[in-house]
């Protein structure tokens, strides 16, 4: 089993630019000040789920690193301030207001958690700070009820168009067509039964369950006896590691084994907690830095490991999609930059209509359109299908589950 250790002592990481608990003080409003070559970043650096902070600070120091060293962005070097929000959305704000008033950032890049994203949209649009998501897949992050995001970009996923391609997934290895929803009791949950309610719809398949659970629930085996008597044989699932390996702990206990196909929230960690009980689930992702990698991509894993001693091999990487991502957004922020010629919000949020930019991810041609439904940058196009085995979150077709289900 891999061990991450914790980040680095406070001194250090006030080295690095990460602060956490600071007061505002005085600052004057940010549109009266020239921006400054920094991403500002609000994550989850401590508690329960630091390891989402680390699968996104590895990326984008490493990202970083190779921009400063190739000249950095207007002949500076672009910075990093991070704090830390411990997956609360009210401390989510408190960063966004440092780093838009007081540190000035040219952009802020969000963490792990849809309902920390979502309760920055006022304050974004108030400052007029662009904000680069990378992990939370909610819809409402980047498509607003008022039609009207100006502020919020994104390279990740987006729940809207996960769903069918997990519906998809799901009817290949369902033998019965029952299906069911198991989702977490939060925004980012409670988002997802519109977007797979919709696309099973389109399917012409009803779903057969729908249950939910809350954060750090043990024991789900009456939501579990529920869909094993309505014959559910597969079950796509919203959730993060620690309920999913709680979820196949209880399916463990009754002897009920249906197929999951999940969304990506459930991680590499998972495949520590769940030991064997994760061989076969199915995630939808984006990469994987396991198995076999191209030349480019290979080269970034060994730099991330020559920086970071802690990621030993690509199995210490805790959500390997986001990490993906992070490493590309931090690219394009600085392309923006570039293309902006300036050091100026609005210049810079118009510069990302423009970029052009070949990730490891995608390729991203534009990265962004100005349609809010194409503040999204990575498209349905390039998801993929990812499945735990021995331990590893490998490419379906590596393992042995990439074939439909018969029985």
Not at 8 to 20: C, F, K, N, S
Not at 60 to 82: H, K, M, S, Y
Not at 176 to 186: C, D, K, M, N, P
């Amino acid at each position: 089993m891999s061990r991450i250790p914790p980040f680095a002592p406070r001194r250090a990481l006030l080295g690095l630019g990460v602060l956490a608990g600071l007061a505002l003080g005085a600052a004057a409003p940010a549109a009266a000040q020239r921006a400054q070559p920094c991403i500002g970043a609000s994550w989850e650096l401590t508690g329960p789920l630091a390891h989402t902070g680390l699968s996104i600070r590895i990326a984008v120091e490493t990202a970083i690193e190779e921009i400063n060293a190739a000249g950095g962005v207007l002949g500076q070097p672009l910075r990093l301030i991070a704090y830390d929000d411990q997956g609360e959305p009210a401390r989510a704000v408190d960063n966004a207001r440092r780093i838009g008033e007081r540190d000035n950032c040219i952009v802020m890049m969000g963490g792990f958690r849809t309902p920390n994203a979502i309760a920055l949209r006022e304050p974004l649009d108030e400052m007029g700070l662009p904000w680069m998501g990378v992990i939370s897949a909610g819809t409402g992050v980047i498509e607003h009820p008022n039609n009207a995001n100006r502020w919020m970009f994104r390279v990740s996923m987006k729940d809207r168009w996960v769903a069918p391609f997990l519906v998809d997934a799901a009817r290949a290895r369902s033998a019965s067509g029952r299906i069911a929803l198991v989702y977490e009791g939060t925004a980012w949950g409670q988002g997802a039964i519109p977007d797979v309610t919709a696309a099973m719809r389109a399917a012409n398949i009803p779903l057969a369950g729908q249950e939910t659970f809350n954060i750090a629930d043990t024991d789900m085996s009456a939501q579990l006896i529920r869909l094993r008597d309505a014959g559910v044989d597969t079950i796509i699932f919203y959730g993060v590691d620690r309920e999913a390996t709680n979820l196949l702990r209880s399916m463990d206990r009754l002897g009920y084994r249906p197929q999951i196909v999940s969304a990506w929230g459930v991680g590499v960690q998972f495949a520590q907690t769940a030991g064997p009980l994760a061989n076969g689930v199915i995630v939808a992702g984006t990469y994987t830095w396991m198995g076999e990698l191209p030349p480019r991509a290979a080269g970034v894993l060994q730099r991330i490991q020559a920086r970071f001693p802690q990621i030993r091999t690509a199995a210490d990487i805790p959500l390997p999609s986001g990490t993906a991502n992070a490493y590309d957004a931090t690219f394009i922020i600085a392309e923006a930059i570039k293309l902006a010629g300036r050091l100026d919000r609005e210049a810079f949020r118009e510069a990302l209509f423009r970029v052009n930019y070949q990730g490891i991810v995608a390729n991203y041609a534009p990265a962004f359109e100005r349609r809010q439904e194409r503040h999204d940058a990575i498209q349905a196009s390039a998801y993929q299908l990812f499945a735990f085995h021995d331990g590893q979150l490998l490419p379906i077709a590596q393992t042995p589950y990439g074939r439909a289900r018969t029985n």
